[in-house]
Structures are given as structure tokens and as C-alpha cells.
């Protein structure tokens, strides 16, 4: 029998080197160049004297304040394995560093797109929500990167056939790993709307329409990713009541960006200050349970409604109509930054950006709550029976599941993978030439 080996795409694999007085440039195989400074390289080994192979983090031997300035290289090559080996000279005498060559393509500080997250696919009313189905991303960890995939393009999807109880719902959700704790005793809710105590304490479970918002914005970090599954829809009015809505925060942020920078400007450097104080809680506590203070809540935040990161780009919006509270501004701007906010707001409930549906019983909605703002068409009768299940993550808790199956994708060691970017893992884990695979 043969087994074929996988064979590293050109970009991966180097086509020669050469050194220069302070630093290394190589040449790869798809023809981009890269240059390495030598201290750079020197600060990175990861020999075991530099390096903790089971810790995976720096060693004792990584003396930052006895590491020569100026390291000179006494010998530079491509070893057999096609890495980057490097003996040192001078007072590093003795000192052999090798780089993984496809850890160095993605540490290559000339490509600018390497320190910027991919572009996410923005959308409309016309998306195609992706669907999933329960049990392949329970079984299949290609089906779940996918899955997780799509929540980092679109921000949203749908698991179906999912099995109708909490164990199922809550086993689907710690997949990814542990549920973020909420001020509640239940970390999993079940939002039934003859739930009379949590009608009078959370607009989610009143009649009437639920305006598009993100969830937790008075936090300091907002809930990461939000699970609703329903668990029962009867409707025998048989019209379009508490149908799910999505809608793509970050394509909001550019058709404002777009139609009017100053207002884009203002929503992003003003502060729209959120606040949340409640005192009890949804579920219903035996009179002698004293736990209810434990969860006592009372939050004040000041963000922007859209947020940028180092490179500009969007990264976080937060909007709730109901937990905002009086501005914060300088009286010379409120009128522009209501106008804004405003405009914000008339995005968010125009049809040409709103998806609709119905979410049906075994169908799981997540939403990445840092992008996707969610809502319902109004409730507007009793005979109406909804129930769903719900739960959050912490976005931190997505993103680790998400590079740890990248990671896995890529075949490298810990050793290289420790300390990627995410934009890193995204790249290496697509590393090989397809139809390649042993
Ligand atoms: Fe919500």
C-alpha cells in the first residue's frame, strides 16, 4: 500500500535564503519574500533552552536582559525538513535556533493582511442563513469548524434536528466549552412567555414586537455568542407572529460609513452609555431561598455603538434600545449624535436589512452577539404557545474552540501552533495542496 505525503502549497515551502547584516530574507517558493530581523529571530527560538516544551511558554534560558542586541548568525540554511536552521555566533556561540518554515510565512512582517482578521461577509435581508444538522456537529469535527466558520463570515446559523431537551441543547453548546455564567441562578433559561415573573423583568418575554438589539450591553464585554432554541411553536392564528429577525450589525456600520462619514465618526469616538439594574430574578425561588441577592444586578457601561480595532475595522456594535440611558455628550454634538443614532436605529428595522423566519421546534438560532443584533415580529395574541432555550458564550471561549480546530486542521506541533494569530491558524490550517491529503 502507498501512502501519499501531503505536500505543503509553494507558499509554505522555501526557495533559498540569504542573509544580510542585520537579519535574514527569504525567498519562498510562490515567489513572496520575506525579511526576519536577527534579534527578532533570536527573541523567537524555540529551543529548549529558550522554550518550555511542556509548558509551551518562555524558559529560564530566555534571558531577555543577556540577549545581545545585535546577534550575528554563524551559519543560516534550509534544513532537510525544509526549515529555517540558524546557528548562532558571537556571544550566542553554541546557540542553534530552527523555524518551522510554514510558522515563519505567517510571522512574515512585510504582508500587512496578516495582522488584519479576514473580511467578513456582510449581508442583508437576501441571506441564506447556513443550516447544520444537530448530529453531524456533534460527531463530525469538519462539520463543526464549518459551523464555527460561518458564525466568524456571517455572524449567524441554524442548527436543525436538534433533540427537544435542555441535556441535548446544553451538550450542543459545551461542544464549544463551558456557558458563560449569567446573574441568574440557571445558566440554560427557558423563556416561555406564561412566565409571569420574568415578563416583569425582561422585555424578551412581553407582547408586542422585539426590537432588534444585542444582548448584555451594559457589560464591560458583552456575552460572545448567543444559543435560542425553540422547543415549541403552535400558532393556531397561523400568521407571521414571533418570527426570529436578524440583522448584520457590521453591514449596518458601512452603509452609515458610506452614506455619511461624520455620522459614522460620531458612533464611533461618541459614547452611547447603557445601564441595567435588576433585583431579582426570572425563576421562581422557594420563599425561604435567600440565593436571589447573589445575583443582584446593577451595570453601567459607556461604549461606542459601533467598535474599531487597531486597524479600523469594525469588531463589536452594541445596541439595545431598552438599557440605554441619558447621553453623555457635549450639548454642541447631542443633535448629531441622536441624528446618527437615529439613523442607526431606522437601519435596523428597514426590510432591506432585516431577515425574517420562523424557528421552528429543533432548530437552534446562534448568533454571534458582537455583530448580529436579533429580535421577533410582535406577539400579539394568547393563543400563541413559544418556548425556547437559552444560553450564552463567551466570545473568548468561541474564539479558543475555533483555533483549536484550526490547529488541528493545520497538522503542525504545539509548538508552532502556540501563540498564532487567528488570521495565522486560518491560513496554516489551509496549508496543504488539495488532493494531496495521506
Ligand atoms: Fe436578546
Redesign the pocket.
Known sequence: MTTLLRQLKPAFRIESVFTTSNGVNITWKDSHQSFYHNLWLLDSCRCSSCFQRDTLSLNQGHDLLKMPLNPTPQEVKINREGNLDIVWGGEQTGHHSVFDASWLRVHCQKDPALKQRKKPQLWDASVSIPYFDYDQVMTDDGVFLSYLNKLVELGVAVIENAPNNEPSFRALVERVGPLRQRYHPTNVFTMDRKNALAQTIQH?YQLGR?RN???VTAYDIPTGI?YLQCTLYDNPDNDRQAYSTVVDGFKLAEVIKQENPYFFELLTTEYIPAGRRRLCVEEKLADTDTSARKYEWDAYRRNHLINLDENGDVYQVRYNHNTRIPLEVDFDKIEDLLAAYRRFSQLLQDPQYVAEFLLTPGQVLVVNNWRVL??RTGIWGNSLQRSLLGTYLEEETFRCRRRILLGDKTGMSNLWLMGCSDRALEILADRYLENSSN
Open positions: 424578551s422585539l438589539h444585542t444582548d448567543q436579533h429580535g
